[in-house]
Every structure is written in structure tokens, then in C-alpha cells.
């Protein structure tokens, strides 16, 4: 029997995928449920399972081939043997060097996502194959060699790489909502003092208990629920001539990975307690680097925290991810000098930024919430109980 091999349904704001890599070849047998090819869309690359046993008799669509949702890609032939498919010709397309299918599968994404040739690469894993080490091995070292070539005539090596269909969609986005928006920054800083005190009492307890480390991020998510509770316009988003609140919290929390920004969202973050804010951003931090975030995790929200602090930003004006209305940059907490009750004290102080829409946050609605994020933050035992 034939099985058609689809491409999944996509969601309603991802309108086509690329083909990367095949892990089969024309001819060979598969497993029901093995890897047959990773698909990337502009939101996350994942990998489509055979839906039956058999052999991939035909591969209609090669590496690097724009697919739209429940497009026909390859036929599995249930009832075929190797045997009656070795005098099959092989596609052009569906060619992929004997090299590329000694290759891990973390290794093959490394290596599209790096335009690297699989061929340049020693493998160093059991019977040669090359794994995620040997791929990063190749990254770090200096450019060498043809792939990046010097201007004739000159000696100023440039090299052209095409963007990736995150990087694409990235780009888009950032243009889309810098040409839409009405684009506003107010700043304020807030005493981390009683966060990080209250942190560094129950880190341990509380790691131990949980499972997973205690970080700053939960307190923040944790502060700007209550300050969009306060003001729910900065919650809400431009539909046409509408405005549409949100009467749910789903938190955008950017995370940096090997593809690019991905933005995966805490969904009903009012719900949640710190130990299952920072399970969810664990999670999300690991399936970033190993491009395992699924389409729905990264689709929605409606208010997002970026933090630049994590390397090393002091200070910046990020930009809306659109169709949000607001977004809330975080930087690095440093001892700076400060005035208390007529004296000058050293204390860890960090700037924050709230981005807003002012075509409908106005400037009250967004300074007074983000003072209201910095007061959730200074009041530690408020935050916690919510009063």
C-alpha cells in the first residue's frame, strides 16, 4: 500500500515551511514513527515522523523546498522490500551525500542552520558520524578555506549566507511593528536589594523542593501581571479600529537560540506559582537550543519581557512584538549610588524600559505601570501575596 507523507497542518500564522533535511533516502526502509525529514517554519524547526513502516519509494520534494500545509512530500510503500526498490532510479532532488546520512540529527540541523558543507566535517562519533560536537567544533575555528572568499582584486574576505526563515519572519515582524506602531519608551529603575534577599534565603529550599532553580525572570513576570490587572490597556492590542482587551495574561518571555530571538509565552502566568513560571522558562531555554519549541508555544501572548541584562545591557528600547501593545525590557542589576533618607547608599539598582503603543496606551497609562512593576518589585511580600 502507499502512504502519501504530508506536511502537518500549519498554524493559521505560518503560511509555508522549508524542507531541510531529508534522514532517508530514496530506497530505503523506515520505521514507523523514525525521523524522515526536519521542517522549518518561520516560528521553530521539528521533524516529521514515518505514520507507517515501509520503504520511501519517491521523494517529490528535496532539500531546501517551499511546502505548504498537507503537501504531499514522498510515498512510503507498506508492502515493498529493498530488494524491488534497488533498481529505482534516484531522484536528483532526493540525493543527499552518503556523509550527510552518517550525521547525528542535532548535528544535521547545526549544519543547515550554518550553511556548512557536511563533507568538511569529521565525524568522530561511533563508525564515524558526525555529532552536534564535531559540527560546533567546525563554528568555532576562524573562517578558512572558500567560504569566505576575498573581493577580487582586493584582500577584504566577505561571505553571503541566506537568512534562515526565522531570521526572515524576525525581520519582518521588527519592520512591521516599527512601521504600524506609534512607538513610545519610558524608563524607571528599581532597588533589587529586597528581591535578591528574599532570593538568596530560599534559593536552596527552594531548587530542592521544586526541582529547578529559583531566577529573577518569575519575579518580573510575576510583577507585571499585577501591573496589567491595574491598567489593562497595556494588555490589550489594535484590531482594525478596535481595541481588544485581554482578559488573560500569556507573558512572552524572549529566549535567545542557535536559530535566532524566539518569544515562546507563559499561558494564564496569573495563575501560576513562581516554581511553574520557572519551570516553564527552563523549559522553554533547553527547547530553544535544541529547536524542539513547538508552533503553539510560540503564537499568542499578549504582553512580553526581554532581558538584555543577561548580556550585559545596561540599558536599550526594545521593540513591540506585534500585535501586542506593550513590551518590557529588562537590563543587568549593577551596585550604583543612591539617595535614601538624605543619604548616598550603594545599592543593586537595575533600569527597566516599557515599550507601548501610544496610538491607545497613553503616556499616564504606561508610566504609571511601570511604576507599578517597580513597586510590586520593591515590595517583595506584596508581590508574593498579591496585595
Do not use: C
Request: no cysteine; charged share 25%.
Amino acid at each position: 500500500m502507499l502512504v502519501e507523507v504530508k506536511v502537518p497542518v500549519l498554524s493559521e500564522s505560518v503560511a509555508q515551511a522549508t524542507l531541510l533535511s531529508w534522514h532517508k533516502k530514496q530506497g530505503e526502509y523506515v520505521e514507523r514513527n523514525e525521523s524522515l525529514i526536519d521542517i522549518e517554519t518561520d516560528k521553530v524547526v521539528f521533524e516529521l515522523p514515518a505514520t507507517m513502516a515501509g520503504i520511501l519509494v519517491k521523494v517529490i520534494k528535496g532539500d531546501g523546498a517551499t511546502v505548504v500545509s498537507s503537501e504531499v512530500i514522498a510515498t512510503i510503500d507498506t508492502a515493498a522490500t529493498v530488494t524491488e526498490i534497488q533498481s529505482l532510479p534516484v531522484t536528483k532532488s532526493a540525493t543527499a551525500s552518503s556523509i550527510a546520512q552518517t550525521m547525528m540529527p542535532a548535528a544535521k540541523k547545526m549544519v543547515t542552520e550554518e550553511n556548512l558543507k557536511a563533507d568538511e566535517i569529521k565525524g568522530t562519533g561511533r563508525g564515524g558520524r558526525i555529532t552536534k560536537e564535531d559540527v560546533k567544533g567546525v563554528i568555532t575555528k576562524p573562517a578558512t578555506g572558500p567560504t569566505v572568499a576575498a573581493k577580487p582584486g582586493t584582500d577584504r574576505p566577505e561571505q553571503r549566507v541566506p537568512m534562515s526563515r526565522l531570521r526572515m519572519r524576525v525581520a519582518e515582524r521588527l519592520v512591521q511593528s516599527q512601521s504600524t506602531a506609534a512607538i513610545l519608551t519610558t524608563f524607571n529603575e528599581v532597588n533589587m536589594q529586597a528581591i535578591i534577599d528574599l532570593r538568596t534565603r530560599h534559593k536552596e529550599r527552594f531548587e530542592k523542593e521544586h526541582g529547578v532553580k529559583l531566577g529573577f525572570t518569575s519575579f518580573f513576570v510575576k510583577a507585571v501581571v499585577a501591573a496589567l490587572k491595574k491598567f489593562p490597556i497595556v494588555n490589550s492590542s489594535v484590531d482594525g479600529n478596535d481595541i481588544v482587551y485581554h482578559g488573560y495574561y500569556d507573558i512572552g518571555i524572549a529566549v535567545g537560540s542557535p536559530r535566532g530571538l524566539v518569544v515562546p509565552i507563559i499561558r494564564d502566568a496569573d495563575r501560576l506559582s513562581l516554581a511553574e513560571i520557572e519551570m516553564q522558562i527552563a523549559g522553554f531555554g533547553k527547547r530553544a537550543q535544541d529547536g524542539k519549541l513547538t508552533i503553539e508555544e510560540l503564537t499568542g501572548g499578549t504582553f512580553s519581557i526581554t532581558n538584555g541584562g543577561v548580556f550585559g545591557s545596561l540599558l536599550s528600547t526594545p521593540i513591540i512584538n506585534p500585535p501586542q501593545s506593550a513590551i518590557l525590557g529588562i537590563h543587568a542589576t549593577k551596585d550604583r549610588p543612591v539617595a535614601e533618607n538624605g543619604q548616598v547608599v550603594i545599592r543593586p539598582m537595575n533600569y527597566l524600559a516599557l515599550s507601548y503603543d501610544h496610538r491607545i496606551i497613553d503616556g499616564r497609562e504606561a508610566v504609571l505601570s511601570l511604576v507599578a512593576i517597580k513597586e510590586a518589585l520593591e515590595n517583595e511580600m506584596g508581590l508574593l501575596f498579591e496585595v
